[in-house]
């Protein structure tokens, strides 16, 4: 099992961008960032393979959103840009351990841990 903690989230006015981090115990094989507002579900936003760098997003935030990461920290960032009161939503960075199954990277029922979120309110 593997701790995850993020951090980052805030308020921010609408056009505004923010950073979140997530900083993970262990060894994973994918990390991940999804939101979920009040009544809605879970969805994925962004997704990386930790080990090869490869990236995933949805297309409702592909070109706003941005993950990385920093290999020496286990940590992996969500830059957020031009955000809207749409993007308002508690975030959650889950990982994937590593294993040999195929991963759906944008899918939460994949991810085996999760960090407690970080709230984002975006104000028009």
């Known amino acids: 099992q593997v701790q995850l903690v993020e951090s980052g989230g805030g308020s921010v006015q609408a056009g505004g961008s923010l950073r979140l981090s997530c900083a993970a115990s262990?060894?994973?094989?994918?990390m991940g960032w999804f939101r979920q507002a009040p009544g809605k579900e879970r969805e994925g936003v962004a997704a990386i393979y930790t080990a090869g760098g490869d990236k995933y997003y949805p297309g409702a935030v592909e070109g706003r959103f941005i993950i990385s990461q920093d290999n020496a920290k286990n940590t992996v960032h969500l830059r957020m840009n031009s955000l809207t009161p749409e993007d308002t939503a508690m975030y959650y960075c889950?990982?994937?351990?590593?294993?040999?199954?195929?991963?759906?990277?944008?899918?939460?029922?994949?991810?085996?841990?999760w960090g407690p979120g970080t709230q984002v309110t975006v104000s028009s």
């Open positions: 889950p990982d994937v351990l590593p294993r040999v199954h195929r991963v759906i990277p944008l899918s939460a029922n994949d991810y085996d841990d």
């Open positions: 262990g060894v994973t094989s994918y």
